[in-house]
């Protein structure tokens, strides 16, 4: 079982930056491909980033791709998700999700964090 809380959202202006954090308990955290993903109001969840256990793969989705950049510490048991250049559009509860491999489906990740929000705006 690993529980999963993110922390570090919050409202930025366009072009700005935010880092968030999704910290898990347990001792397997490296055993564990870990994803972002982000809903925003009437759409569907969709794919963020995704590392791999050890940090050494990552993938992105298209939208993100240059400004966004996962990471994660292992002994720390944390995944990041660094967020420059924000747009408007990126506003959204993000989630991070843990599984055993990294993949860009939501549906193959084990565990969910509860969200935060991240809102962009002047």
């Known amino acids: 079982q690993v529980q999963l809380v993110e922390s570090g959202g919050g409202l930025v202006q366009p072009g700005g930056s935010l880092r968030l954090s999704c910290a898990a308990s347990?001792?397997?955290?490296?055993?564990?491909?870990m994803g972002w993903f982000r809903q925003a109001p009437g759409k569907e969840r969709e794919f963020v980033a995704a590392?791999?256990?050890?940090?050494?793969?990552?993938s992105y989705t298209a939208s993100v791709k240059g400004r966004f950049t996962i990471s994660r510490d292992n002994a720390k048991n944390t995944v990041y998700l660094q967020m420059n250049s924000l747009k408007p559009e990126d506003t959204a509860v993000y989630y991070c999700?843990?599984?055993?491999?990294?993949?860009?489906?939501?549906?193959?990740?084990?565990?969910w964090g509860q969200g935060t929000q991240v809102t962009v705006s002047s």
């Open positions: 347990g001792r397997t955290f490296g055993n564990y491909a």
């Open positions: 590392i791999s256990r050890s940090g050494d793969s990552t």
């Open positions: 999700a843990a599984g055993y491999e990294r993949s860009r489906f939501s549906w193959q990740y084990n565990y």
